[in-house]
């Protein structure tokens, strides 16, 4: 989960993605962030995704566990 917090962090140093917990309900992730954080978790864990479940940090890091073990 390091890795996923340090690119949101890159993304979007101004949020707290800890602390936030409905990160696209919120505002605190708009629809080109979703675009790129897509291509980064596509490019650092090798998988393909559909842009869906990334309302939190949680959500996102269950996506990546489930397809990386697929």
């Given at each position: 989960?390091e890795?996923?917090?340090k690119?949101?962090?890159?993304?979007?140093p101004?949020?707290?993605?800890?602390?936030n917990?409905?990160?696209v309900?919120?505002?605190?992730l708009?629809?080109?962030?979703?675009?790129?954080?897509?291509?980064?978790?596509?490019?650092?864990?090798?998988?393909?995704?559909?842009?869906?479940?990334f309302n939190?940090v949680?959500?996102?890091?269950?996506l990546v566990?489930?397809l990386?073990e697929?």
């Amino acid at each position: 989960m390091e890795t996923l917090l340090k690119i949101l962090a890159e993304l979007r140093p101004d949020v707290d993605f800890e602390e936030n917990k409905e990160l696209v309900d919120s505002g605190e992730l708009d629809s080109f962030d979703i675009v790129s954080l897509v291509g980064e978790l596509c490019d650092e864990y090798d998988i393909e995704i559909v842009p869906e479940n990334f309302n939190s940090v949680e959500a996102i890091w269950a996506l990546v566990q489930r397809l990386q073990e697929d």
